[in-house]
């Protein structure tokens, strides 16, 4: 099993730039696919990026805005968000899972362990 923390969200002015971490415990933490979602006020969440070993995916609302990247020695994922959006607040949530799965991982039902999310408002 793996533990999973979000941290580093706030209010940021829109055109700004945010970095949100997720912290995981366990000793395996490289072999799991990590992602990022959010979900805005009465929305369903949804998918923003996912790393597994090597490949990045994007939605394509933040592709070429946001960064995915993982600092396997450290345990921490890491999305970095750039020229942020109004369109952009949500709360974000981390996930990982182990699944033999080839591609993207865009859907939520494809991971077994979540953060509790952070808060990210982009004013405008």
């Known amino acids: 099993q793996v533990q999973l923390v979000e941290s580093g969200g706030g209010l940021v002015q829109a055109g700004g730039s945010l970095r949100i971490s997720c912290a995981a415990s366990?000793?395996?933490?490289?072999?799991?696919?990590m992602g990022w979602f959010r979900q805005a006020p009465e929305k369903e969440r949804e998918f923003v990026a996912s790393?597994?070993?090597?490949?990045?995916y994007y939605a394509d609302s933040v592709k070429g805005r946001f960064t995915i990247s993982r600092d396997n020695a450290k345990n921490t994922a890491y999305l970095q968000m750039n020229t942020l959006k109004p369109e952009d607040t949500a709360v974000y949530y981390c996930?990982?899972?182990?699944?033999?799965?080839?591609?993207?991982?865009?859907?939520?039902?494809?991971?077994?362990?979540w953060g509790q999310g952070t808060q990210v408002t982009v004013s405008s």
């Open positions: 790393m597994g070993s090597g490949s990045t």
């Open positions: 996930a990982a899972h182990q699944r033999p799965i080839i591609g993207p991982s865009r859907s939520r039902y494809q991971y077994d362990y």
């Open positions: 366990g000793r395996t933490f490289g072999s799991y696919i």
